[in-house]
């Protein structure tokens, strides 16, 4: 199956640095991703979807100049949380979807472990 | 707009007995349907997906849903559950003019010798 991968897998910062995460399809092309973040026994919350070569949509209440997120390629959406905040700890997941239709299965990556001091 | 919900959070049950999650869901589309399985500190692994094609899927690991319309639901089953199917299951539905998916809140499964 697909595979999409995550970069840092865990990544421990200060309050009020900045941390990017990667998210990368490794034998598929994505135009479009998606971030969601997980808090613990909690379900996945949709953060936003991620275009390649056009602005990020974001969910509601969602802000999105503290979640920058940056679709370089067709294999490659970063998401940069800015200016960390302890209440930014929480499980980052993207995804993306294999191919253009609505039924093509989300592949997954593994998850970033962001914890902010 | 869309909805899932997962009856019970938390189900536990013996090496050997069926499992059964339940999802039931709502949209005003006709709906794609999804089970992810996830494993402590891991992404989300697909299960099966109902597309409108039949509607008894049958997924890896031995498990199936069966879309029901009528009860708008798509519970999940395995007739034997394995100590290696202790995880967290999550029911997801899409549909309309994008991939969003709207997830359950899971349902942690929990297997006894």
């Known amino acids: 199956g697909a595979v999409v991968s995550q970069h840092p897998s865990r990544v421990i910062c200060k309050s009020g640095t900045s941390v990017k995460i990667e998210c990368r399809s490794l034998?598929?092309?994505?135009?479009?991703m998606f971030w969601y973040r997980q808090f613990p026994k909690q379900s996945l919350m949709l953060m936003a979807t991620?275009?390649?070569?056009?602005?990020?949509?974001?969910e509601q209440g969602v802000e999105k100049d503290k979640f920058l997120i940056n679709h370089a390629s067709l294999t490659l959406s970063t998401l940069t949380v800015t200016s960390a905040h302890p209440e930014d700890s929480s499980f980052y997941i993207c995804s993306a979807p294999l191919g253009g239709d609505l039924s093509d299965t989300q592949y997954f990556g593994p998850g970033t472990r962001l914890t902010v001091l | 707009a869309q909805s899932v919900t997962q009856l019970g959070s938390h189900v536990s049950v013996s090496e050997g007995a069926l499992v059964l999650l339940r999802c039931n869901y709502s949209?005003?589309?006709?709906?794609?349907l999804f089970w992810y399985v996830q494993y402590p500190n891991q992404g989300l692994q697909l299960l099966l997906k109902y597309t409108s094609a039949a509607t008894l899927v049958k997924g890896i690991n031995g498990f199936e849903a069966e879309f029901k319309k009528s009860e708008t639901s798509f519970h999940l089953t395995k007739p034997s559950a394995h100590m290696s199917d202790a995880a967290e299951y999550f029911c997801?539905?899409?549909?309309?003019?994008?991939?969003?998916?709207?997830f359950g809140k899971g349902t942690l499964l929990t297997v006894n010798p």
């Open positions: 997801a539905v899409s549909g309309g003019s994008n991939y969003k998916l709207t």
């Open positions: 034998d598929f092309q994505a135009t479009t």
């Open positions: 949209s005003s589309v006709p709906p794609y």
């Open positions: 991620s275009n390649e070569g056009s602005k990020a949509t974001y």
